[in-house]
């Protein structure tokens, strides 16, 4: 059974940062995509950064400059360094992992449990 286990979030002061932390558990063949998605009150689920096994990063325009998302492989573990945050950035965070079963296999979605990151002006 696949797990995503995050850790990190917490409340915070406008211009201050966090990091967060999602570790994945479980037999797996590949887990070529790692990545952060938020969701706020009443809004929907949004992408803020994700990254391959090779390191390509793909940000959302409002967090650019700011976030920076990191993986290592070998701890199966992906982090994302939040600085200068703003109010408008708190929100639940999800890990997300593309994962395939095996060689033969195409990816599917895991989700951790969430972690609420809150920014105060």
């Known amino acids: 059974q696949v797990q995503l286990v995050e850790s990190g979030g917490g409340l915070v002061q406008a211009g201050g940062s966090l990091r967060l932390s999602c570790t994945a558990s479980g037999s797996f063949f590949s887990m070529p995509t790692m990545g952060w998605y938020r969701q706020a009150p009443g809004k929907q689920r949004d992408l803020v950064a994700d990254i391959s096994t090779g390191g390509s990063t793909n940000y959302a325009d409002s967090v650019k400059g700011r976030f920076t998302i990191s993986r290592d492989n070998a701890k199966k573990t992906v982090y994302l360094l939040m600085n200068s945050l703003k109010p408008e950035d708190t929100a639940v965070y999800f890990c997300?992992?593309?994962?395939?079963?095996?060689?033969?296999?195409?990816?599917?979605?895991?989700w951790g449990q969430g972690t609420q990151v809150v920014v105060s002006s």
């Open positions: 997300n992992s593309k994962i395939a079963r095996s060689l033969s296999s195409s990816t599917i979605d895991y």
